[in-house]
């Protein structure tokens, strides 16, 4: 497989970056292509106190994305820039969420300048270009990246007791990114439904989203042997319905390791990224 070589001339090393022998990839492969998708899906970055903080952030649930942020997030970015990453942990009752964090200002120039992520906002992002305008296999990596940190997999009743019926469903804000994303799921025959222009409303503001739903079991089906997951929130979820053939609503993660250990069944963990 021809890996695409990247344009990394922007990139700018602070003197920090340089005493910690950061690295910066010369190739886009799997492994990048899967933390493109984790930035496009959960990622902020921005230039703080008049430049002398280039901040990277990651969010997640305290329960749910703990062993994700550890053994994905945290891994990938000492194997790809030799960086390591902070943790935080938010327990109060409200606010039960992990923020993984850095600082590197060759690590955002990179982001910024050679992937073309944007700073601030990302009302309007779309999936970069050098993502797009390569093979499959890298567009099946950064989709399994968004998909493990902003889809949902949850499993509906249908007029049955149990739930039972798989759905795997993405909102977000950036009609742009709606588009894209189902141009990919074409190019791997996987079926979906789109709903544009979705009014809510939120601290007295309406907002606007978009929604791409993946249903029923053979959609399902084709997901994970075609793009698959490497988080654990999904794929215990997956376990348990391919086990039971149904998933319980509003369990966390350790719950459902429960169901699967007291039933003798080998849990699917967190799996690492595979080139």
């Known amino acids: 497989m021809n890996l695409k070589k ?71 970015f000492k194997e790809l820039f030799n960086k390591r990453v902070k943790i935080n942990f938010d327990r109060r009752i409200k606010n039960s969420s992990l923020r993984t964090y850095l600082n590197s200002k060759a690590i955002l120039t990179f982001f910024h300048k050679s992937l073309r992520l944007p700073m601030g906002m990302k009302k309007d992002i779309d999936i970069p270009k050098i993502i ?22 949850t499993f509906k009743k249908r007029y049955k007791k149990k739930h039972y019926y798989p759905s795997i469903s993405f909102n977000n804000q950036s009609k742009y990114l709606t588009k894209s994303v189902i141009n990919i799921l074409k190019k791997f025959n996987i079926n979906s439904s789109v709903s544009y222009n ?45 086990t039971f053939g149904y998933c319980p609503p509003n369990t966390n993660i350790n719950e459902r390791y429960r169901i699967l250990k007291q039933n003798n069944k080998n849990v699917y963990k967190t799996s690492k990224i595979s080139l």
């Not at 797009?132 to 997999?153: E, H, P, Q, V, W």
């Open 6 to 76: 990247l344009n990394i001339s922007k990139v700018e090393f602070s003197k920090k970056d340089v005493k910690n022998n950061l690295k910066i990839p010369k190739i886009l492969n799997n492994k990048l292509a899967y933390l493109i998708g984790v930035h496009v899906g959960d990622g902020s970055m921005g230039i703080y106190k008049k430049g002398a903080n280039y901040y990277i952030s990651y969010t997640g649930h305290i329960i749910d994305e703990q062993e994700y942020h550890k053994e994905i997030i945290k891994d990938l």
């Open 132 to 153: 797009t305008y390569s093979n499959k296999t890298i567009m099946k990596y950064f989709l399994r990246g968004l998909a493990d940190t902003d889809f949902c997999l």
């Open 198 to 242: 979705m009014k809510s409303k939120r601290n007295n503001r309406i907002n606007i989203s978009h929604q791409i739903n993946i249903n029923g079991k053979e959609n399902l089906s084709k997901w994970m042997k075609k793009i698959g997951f490497n988080s654990a929130k999904h794929l215990t979820k997956y376990q348990v319905w391919k």
